[in-house]
């Protein structure tokens, strides 16, 4: 569908036409099971394109809107294209805060898109690959499209707000102001998920020790249970971790097992793997979020495993307080055995969200797509017996 220029209600609106779709951050096969905070989308709805371009166009633009449910962003879908078909340029997508109803400080990026993605017509682009963003419920943020010089990236906008959902009150900017929506607001949908703490001792000041992976000098694989008391799907995982040696060149996998009669059961699926060359000799959370869709089972229990290859120095960090959420009444497991968290359980984080019209019954995980997260530890850690 050719999109035309057309002058916008409130903004001289400076036409391109399409863009290229990137590599960074886009055409995730991921789903979300969550709530749509924001949709105009629907390509037969445009009433013209706005050129990103810093210098010929009116870029940055941005478009508002409130995280009315749900606290986690979880997907962005955007309308764009571009009018150069031979652009070597890109653009940006980013998450900013709200100040005073404007655009304000960048929160998080959430995707790049180069030029030789796009093409002359609109088309949708999903970016839904980034690592799910925490949201504070009822607060206004901002999507931000930002453009670079040689870019001839555009994106869609519309002035019918009819059948909408949480465009209405809203506002969109670009570099020539602020205003409302009922001047034409850019083409977009967000899609935010309510999040479950499953599992989570991960705070850092309550590590009592770390205990080295390593399955030679170590006690790995080393493993923590928790607990799904409804079918929900596998969001997160976090993993306190560290590394003794500099210099050390192993890695280590993190994987979801079953449980077994309360000891970690079968393989199910990888959730990352992770180098040592990434971690430092200080303990940090290690975040694993850009693994596909896993379903967890009501009722169920199951165990995130850290295994680690023999030239590897990663430590995993426990601790004694098991005050956190799902953490009392679980087990931990080494080469030594397996414990009651009263132990002393490794320390980790683990979250799931609601699926939207789910029934009591939900397949054991599915399909998973890998990520090399890139990050490992090993270490000497004390050889807990309990």
């Not at 930002?146 to 959902?165: I, K, R």
């Not at 199951?302 to 004694?320: H, K, P």
């Amino acid at each position: 569908m050719p999109v035309n220029q057309s002058p916008a209600t409130c903004a001289i609106r400076v036409a391109i036409a399409t863009f290229v779709l990137g590599f960074t951050c886009i055409a995730s096969t991921m789903t979300y099971a969550g709530t749509v905070a924001y949709d105009n989308l629907d390509l037969f709805r445009s009433n013209g394109v706005d050129s990103i371009n810093p210098t010929i166009g009116v870029g940055p633009m941005a478009d508002s809107f409130t995280a009315s449910a749900g606290n986690r962003l979880t997907d962005i879908k955007l309308d764009l294209s571009r009018a150069n078909l031979g652009s070597t340029g890109n653009l940006t997508v980013s998450l900013l805060s709200d100040n005073g109803s404007k655009p304000g400080s960048t929160v998080a990026t959430l995707g790049t898109l180069n030029d030789n993605a796009l093409g002359s017509t609109l088309r949708t682009y999903d970016f839904s690959n980034f690592a799910p963003v925490n949201l504070i419920t009822g607060s206004r943020y901002w999507i931000q499209v930002e453009g670079s010089a040689n870019s001839s990236a555009s994106w869609s906008w519309s002035s019918n707000l009819s059948g909408t959902t949480g465009v209405v009150g809203e506002r969109y900017a670009n570099k020539l102001g602020v205003y409302p929506n009922i001047g034409g607001p850019y083409q977009m949908q967000v899609t935010t998920a309510t999040y479950n703490s499953l599992y989570d001792n991960s705070a850092l000041a309550k590590s009592s020790g770390v205990d080295s992976i390593n399955p030679v000098n170590g006690l790995g694989p080393i493993a923590d249970s928790f607990f799904s008391s409804k079918a929900q799907q596998l969001s997160d995982v976090k993993l306190d971790l560290s590394r003794t040696n500099l210099g050390s060149t192993g890695n280590l996998t993190v994987s979801l097992l079953s449980d077994n009669g309360s000891k970690p059961g079968s393989f199910l699926t990888n959730l990352g793997t992770i180098s040592d060359s990434l971690l430092d000799s200080t303990l940090k959370l290690v975040d694993l979020s850009g693994f596909g869709t896993i379903y967890l089972a009501a009722n169920a229990r199951y165990w995130i495993q850290v295994a680690a290859s023999s030239g590897s120095s990663a430590n995993w960090s426990w601790s004694t307080d098991t005050s956190g959420p799902g953490v009392a009444g679980e087990r931990y497991s080494n080469k030594l055995g397996v414990y009651p968290n009263s132990g002393g359980p490794y320390q980790m984080q683990v979250s799931a969200m609601d699926i939207i019209g789910a029934s009591a019954s939900v397949p054991e995980p599915g399909s998973i797509v890998l990520l090399a997260v890139g990050i490992a530890a090993y270490g000497f850690g004390r050889h807990r017996m309990v």
